[in-house]
């Protein structure tokens, strides 16, 4: 083997070990047991979520922060056992829900607030309402 092989595998080898926690996971920091990840940190338990913090057991995931068994999802906040919803923030068993926050096991929903229904332009400003008046994490 030549030197330049030898670099070439030595570098190879290295990754390999700094990915042994993450199989096949990508730019993954502070995270355990989390396959296929993409730049991503503090996962556990997670397999093919991307842009996530914090989170665990999550499946199939882009954009989540502090969220637990959510899949198939994207743009979760602080939410737990939601499915196939995007923009949900503290809420819980959503699934196929759009739009929600702080709701709990609605299906099919959007633009919701604590499981009322509101317009669109209500919402949003209700939503902006609530997230300056609550304290930041």
Not at 33 to 52: E, I
Not at 78 to 106: I, K, M, N, P
């Amino acid at each position: 083997m030549d030197e330049r092989t030898l670099k070439v595998e030595l570098e190879r080898l290295k990754r390999l070990m700094a990915d042994r926690g993450n199989p096949g996971s990508f730019e993954v920091h502070a995270s355990t047991n989390s396959t296929q990840c993409q730049f991503s940190s503090g996962l556990k338990d997670c397999h093919r979520c991307s842009y996530t913090t914090d989170s665990v057991g999550c499946t199939h995931a882009t954009h989540l922060t502090r969220c637990t068994q959510c899949h198939q999802s994207s743009r979760l906040v602080d939410c737990t056992r939601c499915v196939e919803s995007h923009y949900l923030t503290l809420c819980q068993d959503c699934v196929e829900c759009t739009y929600c926050y702080a709701c709990v096991g609605l299906v099919r929903k959007e633009f919701h607030i604590l499981n009322q229904p509101y317009d669109k332009k209500t919402w949003f400003a209700l939503v902006k309402a609530l997230q300056a008046d609550s304290p930041t994490r």
